[in-house]
């Protein structure tokens, strides 16, 4: 039975995820994949793509190119062309999903503090926030870009805690994907899961403190 009700007590700040929480671009990091992927010899499924949601870019890229080698391009280079291509289509088409703006308005309005914890790069996470003109909403904006591990290793979101100056117990942190779940569980937070309706089932969701369908049931 999914969990839905969480107690804010003693809460002092929200961290965010952004792709798939803020923005509906996780089918965009999957349509970059499968149209930049295969081009290196990689016999990559829209499933495989799936599977690993929430998971830095770099790290996949990497994976795959330990699985099926190929030459004249580095795993940077490829996980940059993935990464312009994800921002054009943000750039172009990204919207927010639902709730977003009303749960940001709530939380500043409770005075809890806001901040932003993805695996994202810079040059994505400066395209998502213009878009959805959330450039000034966020306090701390952390990425795990430069990072030794991505989610679902938890710096990001120790980072994230540390530069607003909270300590982790006291935050929540809002994610879409197993993957960050277990980020933020990992780093000593409650955790609301919002996974894709697709995924809505899938028991290891259960760690997390509360799951909704959407932000537009965040509750205080």
């Known amino acids: ?16 995820d952004m792709d798939g929480v803020l923005v509906d671009s996780e089918p965009f990091w999957q349509q970059a994949q499968m149209a930049v992927l295969p081009r290196y010899g990689v016999p990559l499924t829209w499933q ?4 690993t949601t929430g998971i830095r870019i770099d790290l996949i890229v990497a994976m795959y ?17 993935i990464v312009e291509q994800v921002a054009q289509l943000v750039r172009h088409q990204g919207q927010p999903l639902p709730g977003v703006q009303q749960a940001i ?7 809890l503090r806001l901040a932003l914890a993805t695996s994202s790069p810079t040059l994505l996470i400066d395209a998502t926030l213009a878009r959805l003109g959330l450039t000034d909403a966020f306090e701390v904006i952390c990425s795990a870009e430069a990072l030794p591990y991505g989610k679902p290793h938890p710096q990001v979101y120790l980072n994230a805690a540390e530069g607003l100056g909270i300590i982790p117990s006291n935050c929540v942190a809002i994610e879409d994907s197993v993957t960050g779940v277990i980020a933020g569980k990992a780093a000593s937070m ?23 369908r959407s932000l537009e049931e965040l509750q205080f």
């Open 48 to 51: 495989d793509t799936v599977r």
């Open 105 to 111: 308005v709530a939380i500043k309005a409770k005075g």
């Open 190 to 212: 409650k955790v609301v899961a919002i996974p894709e309706a697709n995924q809505q089932q899938d028991p290891r969701f259960s760690i997390a403190d509360l799951q909704l």
């Open 65 to 81: 190119q330990q699985r099926h080698p190929w030459s004249g391009a580095t795993v940077t280079e490829v996980a940059d062309e």
């Open 1 to 16: 039975m999914n969990k839905t009700q969480l107690s804010w007590h003693g809460i002092e700040a929200v961290i965010f």
